[in-house]
């Protein structure tokens, strides 16, 4: 089946089209990073109008890229939600109007769902149940996939997701934005174990949600002592490394606690901040302790992008789903897990 996918979920406009559940044949992503850099984070009017400009140009380059034309699609996925209701209507808009002009099938996706369904691309042989940690800059949860379609939330973050988190500190040092690729190699230069940032809900807590305002917090107030006299580079390297190494060692203990509850034999990673380096040291590591397989996709399809939409979408499509009346409707609020 030869879907289409577009994403528009935040402030990246993509689309890709796939063949079957794993030939990805075109993946193209406009970044707006540039655009919400001076603000040191996203906006979401300059995001959603950034959509308007860039979504047709977008499917346009998939197509060629994909060398198919409008006329062959089988099928279109489109995000549908959770994310900024904006950004949101310009994906679903473009889907449902194409959609409707040329008869094709039309679902919509869980952002979610297409990040975990991100790793079927690539490992095609990866069939649940599995445990599913998905870490963005929107969002911190624990999944026991049951199925490509089935989903039971284990943990979810209370407040910051950990992608806010390394925003929020990058911004605190300075660094720009975004905040974690920047964090990420700043920190290979620090050391982890200068400052004992806090690790919430880990000790005596037998819940899996995750919480990391306490520690961002932590990190200004660490910031605010040292304010009198400007900070050195080895000491903002420090800073990086130790708050780092906290939202890891969450992030491990976590997976870890999840995945011998459920007692599944592999463990898979997505989202942005899945391309961390010492969260991906430190996962594998846990996995080599438990016995545990884990599996990351790689960085293009850990970061927003369409073809992991267009997988997810695959499973409904399928099956005959279709929701290719115009009510079709952005959702900025979206549990996976069915839970309204």
């Keep these: 089946m030869l879907v289409l ?10 689309a890709a089209v796939i063949r079957g559940e794993e030939e990805v044949l075109s993946n193209v992503v406009a970044s707006q990073v540039e655009a919400h850099r001076p603000f040191g984070g996203v906006v979401p009017e300059i995001a959603s109008r950034k959509h308007m400009e860039w979504i047709l140009p977008v499917v346009r380059k998939a197509l060629a890229d994909a060398e198919v034309r409008l006329q062959d699609l089988e099928g279109i996925a489109v995000t549908q939600g959770p994310g900024l209701v904006g950004s949101l209507l310009v994906g679903l808009g473009v889907a449902k109007a194409l959609a409707y002009a040329l008869r ?49 939330l284990m943990g979810q973050t209370r407040d910051d997701a950990a992608g806010e988190a390394f925003d929020k500190v ?52 660490h910031l605010k002592e040292r304010c009198l006299l400007p900070l050195k580079e080895q000491e903002k390297a420090d800073v990086a490394a130790s708050f780092q ?41 846990m996995g080599e302790e438990e016995g545990l397989e884990v599996h990351f996709p790689s960085p293009a399809l850990c970061t927003d992008n369409a073809a992991m939409v267009a997988r997810a979408g695959l499973v409904s499509l399928k099956k005959g789903g279709r929701d290719v009346d115009l009510t079709l409707n952005a959702r900025s609020r979206w549990p996976l897990s069915g839970e309204e």
């Design 245 to 285: 190494e906290a939202v890891v060692d969450v992030l491990v203990s976590k997976t870890r606690t999840a995945a011998r509850s459920l007692r599944v034999p592999r463990v898979v990673i997505s989202g942005g901040v899945a391309c961390n380096r010492r969260l991906r040291e430190c996962m594998i590591r």
């Design 5 to 14: 996918g577009i994403e528009t979920s935040c402030d990246e406009t993509a």
């Design 104 to 152: 094709l099938p039309l679902v919509g996706v869980n952002h979610l769902a297409g990040h975990i369904a991100a790793v079927y691309l690539e490992h095609p042989w990866i069939r649940p149940p599995f445990l599913a940690l998905v870490v963005s800059g929107g969002h911190t949860a624990l999944f026991h996939v049951r199925g490509e379609d089935r989903f039971h």
């Design 170 to 221: 990058a911004k605190c040092l300075d660094l720009g934005y975004p905040g974690g690729p920047v964090i990420d190699r700043l920190a290979r230069r620090g050391d982890p174990r200068s400052i004992a940032f806090p690790r919430a809900l880990v000790k005596g807590e037998a819940n899996l949600d995750f919480s990391f305002s306490g520690l961002k917090t932590a990190v200004v107030l």
